[in-house]
């Protein structure tokens, strides 16, 4: 392959120059020298990002994105890849422009690029940080054979409100999980060196508080105080900075009333000055275009604000490209902010190996071997069986006796399309195994019925606000399919109703303000259980719904969120027993929603829940409590905790102590434990959460087995930003809480000195 000059002379330098200097100083020398070349349009060229083909989640679309490329007017595109595609791009690069600046090449591998695992959520419930930190190695793996180098991942954005569609992409409700979590994802993908082949750059996104938007409707603003900043909405985004992330997005949210995507005081006071961020920012879709609709400008002032504010990438808006030049012959951008973006796109660049081999990765034979390949096909199904959560298991419905006849009923039953969910790249949702599949194949002579039930979706204003081509419903009329239904259940020993939400009603522009089960699904439900057989609800969709009648009438529910490419065999395994389940929520399940924002790590306030007064914190008409706590998930076999053991009850400021519990399978199956550890601290400076969780770990025990889990609790875990945003621990009085979710009372207290 024929390769540019420049590129050329680049390799030529980096060879000489390895001995005598570090790898910064080479790459500084080498943009350097790049920059001395380039014209202020062309570096200006290097902050555009298009979109190419499809994936449009916006008000404007790329145009003549090639011309464009041609011209040196872009400094990457997203939505593409395919080792062919973006070789014919990087070719024409490198033959029709005059600095041949390889593009960068980005997507949104949210959860898998082919190999579709479950939806983020899902993968939260595992609490498995190793298992998701192999995933995203495996993505990265997957995507950069075929030519992506970027991906927009992950979404650390904390999310309190199950009627935000986009709380399917991000880790749940939890500060410390969520930093986890992100630092997991980071290390998967980025591998912690770039220039390796098989890795992508991370984005950690959308900077900052996205998932607190106002009556969980996408997009809306956003008001929140400092310290809930601080203490509980930024720890994610700033672990995943801290880890190495290369890149992060902007919010299309405002923060003090001035939108993320043009705040100074966020992207470059926060981000840079005090995260020490070194890499490059780019803006969510269309971001910059959107300040005018906020209120803060024209074109020209919301370009000024955003490059001024720290924006290093336009993503689609086009808005850097058609203003800065003028911005800076006018002195209201200067020409050293447009080259410290430049700068910042060029080293993503070269950290990524580009200017040495454009075609970075691709390989069709590399690409072959990857996709979908068998070890790919286990860690998915290994994710999805582990991230599968037991709400509700009434005298041992589950797991099931595969000799019985069993009637599978319900639109989810044999549909691929959903088990990928939303996101799902370029997955294949051909390729996904359902449900009716997986269970013909794993038990070939099996007594299975099947009815549809009803249709996915029949709302007329779900089915217009959502996919068209993908919510159609045929003719058949809902009383017939009922009828079957329940004429199928009645000739079964038991009933599997697979019920839920079509995947595009979550995720982005997918809030709904009603999160109960579809009307006409629970229609079908209620139907199921007048039969009198016993009634097992498998759901999948991508957020808490609302499931109190579903609670206090079915006999078993398991969440299977949207598992993925190989959920149905996963879902199989965990109905019969193959496998025993062990995922644990991190999102609250509300009874009503009317009770959200509801979230475990909430404040006392002066008046807490009591039933001797009225006047104390409650609603007339509903409990406080949720119907299935943050970290709540059942087992087929029962864990029982010992007390918290302390070994000490004061902790000096230079000291750590340790908190145990003996933790026994007392049940008659093998089976994991996510032990979780949390931490009241009863008197501060500032008031304090009920409860916060500082650890967690996952245990496996055979029946009847014992074992000592210890948590160390040093004055580092007790920290938090006071009053004056100072990050510190106050001496005084604290509860440890050891046990399997956040509702525990299982504690001890201890002194920090
Ligand atoms: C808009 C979404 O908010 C963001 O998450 C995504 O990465 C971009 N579109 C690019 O597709």
Redesign the pocket.
Known sequence: MKKALLILSATVCMASCAEKSSPEAEMNKFVDELMSQMTLEEKVGQLNLL?MWF?V??PRMSEDVEQKVKDGLVGGV??FWTPNAVRKLQDMILTQTRLKIPLLVG??VIHGHRTIYPIPLGLAATWDTDLIERIAAAVADEASADGLHWT??P?VDLARDPRWG?VC?GAGEDPYLGAEIAKAMVRGYQQGDLSKQNTIMA?V??FAL?GAAEGGRDYNTIDMSRLRMYNEYLPPYEAAVKAGASSV?TS?NEIDGVPATGNQWLLTDLLRRQWGFKGLVVT??TAIYEMEDHGVGDKAKVTELSINAGVDMD?VSEYMIAELPALVTSGRVKEATVDAACRRILEAKYRLGLFTDPYRGVSEERAQAQMLSPEKLDLCKEAAVKSIVLLKNERQTLPLDASKTIAFIGPLVKNQRNLVGSWSAAGDWSQAVTLWDAVERKFPNGKFLYAQGCHLVESATIRRNTDPNGNVIDDTPPQQLLAEAVRTAKGADVVVAVLGDAYDMSG?AASRSNIDLLDHQKTLLKALKETGKPVVLALMNGRPLTLQWEHDNIDAILETWYAGTRAGEAIADILFGNANPSGKITMTFPRSVGQIPIYYNHKNTGRPFSNDSKFTTKYIDMENTPLYPFGYGLSYTQFTYSGVQLSDSTLADNGYLTASVTLTNSGDRAGEEIVQLYIRDLVGSITRPVKELKGFQKVALKPGESKQVSFKITPELLKFYNADLKWSAESGDFLAFIGGNSDTDNKAKFTLQ
Request: charge should be negative; hydrophobic fraction near 30%; glycine fraction near 4%.
């Open positions: 979109s994936d989640t916006g997203f939505n997507y949104d927009f991942s979404m986009r992409e984005c996104k959308h996205y997005m299309f969510d879709w993503m982005e």
